[in-house]
């Protein structure tokens, strides 16, 4: 099989790995990938943009792709299922109408509601002064979330009535453009933060391992929001009984409303929740897609190939596999951020240690990152002319320049992003997979490298 995956994350170089490992797959080919995915065996990256749906189309067409994975939200929301299954290719992930439930808050609270799904109670202005009027009524701590795709930024845990009274302001004023023209106002949630992704076909829905992420920059859960600086799998905190419980009330009532919409939703349904102390659970919001970092540390655990489950997906077939095989043990990923992440960031750093992590058994996936000669201002996608040379024979011959080994050459690797990269311990218990991805990040080296020292803190003091 020939697979394209679109995107550039960590996310996007984990989703490739795992592919790759399936004696199925014999190439990948990543729209743009990264530094990781450049070095890769049998990987190859494509320097377009993934909303450039024709470029896209085209290589599927001339390249022989059997089967695309789309990692991000952004094309999933646009449109791209929808133009490449036009053109008759296999696509995972929802088409747009599907994509709404991570691309419309508000669409997808009134899904929620319709499905009796349980979530904050809220409510939905187009108004700043109904916004303001109903949050001073209802009193602080208060969400304030704008409707569409913000990267992460628009949802705002407000401490106070003023505080949430400026986030309407800036939402109105035009923040997040057309993102902000509806705004949501729900109950704050309090407890702890669960990821629960599912695969699903449209009708069958095959949960992956529960992951909690850490999503806040600062260690002990401060400061501010990210898209997430470390995760581990599988969560304790979702025991069998809890996830049989979201499977019943949240997964299989969300796909059977999808469904009765007329949508037919292919791909990820990921359930962001929220768990009380008391075990009670609360959908916060939903993702149409692969999680970022949940993947780096649900895909090494995965034993199923990859490949088998997404096409499965895709052909409505999942509901005929056996049940999705998993490792026994437990895996943790620690998020290496670029200094000032996830305020205005420095990229254009010699990247050293990646060897070594790996060689010490860690997982290296690389977010922003490129092969390059490094120096400040980095690129975004890689140029074929940016490739170093046995990359560019690959590109131009389409033969691997080695057929074995996770890594080939070492090309300095450059920072180019916010997430630099993560590195995945995987362990027999949480301590071994915990100790195994710091040992392994403690190898890595580029000037500001920021990672957080207390990921699975909540694990090590249980
Ligand atoms: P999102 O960008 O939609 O993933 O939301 C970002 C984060 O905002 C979530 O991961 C939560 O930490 C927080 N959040 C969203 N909704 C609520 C809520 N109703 N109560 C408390 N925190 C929330
Ligand atoms: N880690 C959070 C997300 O993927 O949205």
Same mark, same amino acid.
């Given at each position: 099989?020939?697979?394209?995956?679109?995107?550039?994350?960590? $996310?996007?170089?984990?989703?490739?790995?795992?592919?790759?490992?399936?004696?199925?797959?014999?190439?990948?080919?990543?729209?743009?990938?990264?530094?990781? @995915?450049?070095?890769?065996?049998?990987?190859?990256?494509?320097?377009?943009?993934?909303?450039?749906?024709?470029?896209?189309?085209?290589?599927?067409?001339?390249?022989?792709?059997?089967?695309?994975?789309?990692?991000?939200?952004?094309?999933?929301?646009?449109?791209?299922?929808?133009?490449?299954?036009?053109?008759?290719?296999?696509?995972?992930?929802?088409?747009?109408?599907?994509?709404?439930?991570?691309?419309?808050?508000?669409?997808?609270?009134?899904?929620?509601?319709?499905?009796?799904?349980?979530?904050?109670?809220?409510?939905v202005f187009t108004q700043e002064s109904a916004?303001?009027?109903?949050?001073?009524?209802?009193?602080?701590?208060?969400?304030?979330?704008?409707?569409?795709?913000?990267?992460?930024?628009?949802?705002?845990?407000?401490?106070?009535?003023?505080?949430?009274?400026?986030?309407?302001?800036?939402?109105?004023?035009?923040?997040?453009?057309?993102?902000?023209?509806?705004?949501?106002?729900?109950?704050?949630?309090?407890?702890?933060?669960?990821?629960?992704?599912?695969?699903?076909?449209?009708?069958?829905? /095959?949960?992956?391992?529960?992951?909690?992420d850490h999503k806040r920059i600062g260690e002990g859960?401060?400061?501010?929001?990210?898209?997430?600086?470390?995760?581990?799998?599988?969560?304790?905190?979702?025991?069998?009984?809890?996830?049989?419980?979201?499977? /019943?009330?949240?997964?299989?009532?969300?796909?059977?409303?999808?469904?009765?919409?007329?949508?037919?939703?292919?791909?990820?349904?990921?359930?962001?929740?929220?768990?009380?102390?008391?075990?009670?659970?609360?959908?916060?919001?939903?993702?149409?897609?692969?999680?970022?970092?949940? @993947?780096?540390?649900?895909?090494?655990?995965?034993? @199923?190939?990859?490949?088998?489950?997404?096409?499965?997906?895709?052909?409505?077939?999942?509901?005929?596999?056996?049940?999705?095989?998993?490792?026994?043990?437990?895996?943790?990923?620690?998020?290496?951020?670029?200094?000032?992440?996830?305020?205005?960031?420095?990229?254009?750093?010699?990247?050293?240690?990646?060897?070594?992590?790996?060689?010490?058994?860690?997982?290296?996936?690389?977010?922003?990152?490129?092969?390059?000669?490094?120096?400040?201002?980095?690129?975004?996608?890689?140029?074929?002319?940016?490739?170093?040379?046995?990359?560019?024979?690959?590109?131009?011959?389409?033969?691997?320049?080695?057929?074995?080994?996770?890594? $080939?050459?070492? @090309?300095?690797?450059?920072?180019?992003?916010?997430?630099?990269?993560?590195?995945?311990?995987?362990?027999?218990?949480?301590?071994?997979?915990?100790?195994?991805?710091?040992?392994?990040?403690?190898?890595?080296?580029?000037?500001?490298?920021?990672?957080?020292?207390?990921?699975?803190?909540?694990?090590?003091?249980?």
């Open positions: 099989m020939k697979v394209l995956v679109v995107g550039n994350g960590g $996310r996007e170089h984990a989703i490739a790995w795992a592919l790759l490992r399936s004696p199925q797959v014999e190439q990948v080919l990543c729209i743009p990938g990264n530094g990781g @995915t450049a070095t890769l065996s049998r990987c190859q990256n494509l320097p377009y943009s993934v909303d450039d749906f024709e470029r896209i189309g085209q290589v599927v067409r001339e390249q022989g792709i059997d089967l695309v994975v789309v990692g991000p939200e952004v094309p999933l929301a646009i449109g791209i299922t929808d133009y490449l299954q036009a053109q008759g290719a296999m696509v995972f992930g929802p088409t747009k109408a599907g994509a709404q439930i991570e691309a419309s808050k508000a669409w997808a609270k009134a899904l929620m509601q319709e499905a009796g799904i349980p979530t904050a109670k809220a409510a916004a303001k009027d109903y949050v001073t009524a209802q009193g602080a701590p208060i969400v304030v979330k704008a409707d569409g795709l913000a990267a992460g930024k628009g949802v705002i845990v407000a401490e106070t009535v003023a505080q949430a009274h400026q986030a309407l302001e800036a939402i109105f004023a035009g923040q997040f453009g057309d993102a902000g023209k509806f705004v949501v106002v729900e109950e704050c949630l309090v407890g702890q933060e669960a990821s629960v992704l599912a695969l699903t076909d449209g009708i069958t829905i /095959r949960p992956l391992l529960p992951a909690q859960d401060t400061g501010e929001n990210t898209g997430g600086m470390g995760v581990y799998a599988p969560a304790p905190l979702v025991t069998p009984e809890l996830m049989a419980r979201i499977e /019943r009330e949240v997964l299989q009532p969300a796909i059977a409303t999808l469904r009765s919409k007329g949508i037919d939703y292919r791909g990820v349904l990921y359930a962001g929740l929220m768990i009380a102390p008391t075990g009670e659970f609360k959908v916060l919001e939903f993702n149409c897609r692969f999680g970022d970092p949940e @993947t780096q540390a649900i895909l090494p655990l995965l034993e @199923t190939p990859l490949e088998e489950l997404l096409v499965a997906c895709c052909q409505q077939k999942l509901g005929e596999l056996p049940p999705i095989a998993w490792k026994p043990g437990a895996a943790c990923c620690v998020v290496a951020a670029a200094k000032g992440y996830p305020g205005a960031y420095e990229k254009g750093h010699v990247i050293t240690g990646i060897e070594s992590a790996e060689a010490s058994g860690g997982c290296v996936f690389h977010a922003g990152t490129r092969l390059g000669q490094g120096g400040q201002g980095g690129q975004g996608g890689l140029r074929e002319s940016q490739l170093p040379t046995p990359e560019r024979q690959f590109a131009q011959r389409g033969t691997p320049p080695h057929a074995t080994g996770s890594s $080939r050459l070492p @090309t300095p690797v450059i920072t180019d992003g916010g997430r630099v990269l993560g590195v995945t311990g995987v362990g027999e218990d949480f301590e071994q997979a915990i100790a195994l991805a710091y040992d392994a990040i403690a190898q890595i080296h580029f000037d500001g490298i920021y990672y957080r020292r207390d990921i699975g803190y909540r694990i090590r003091n249980s």
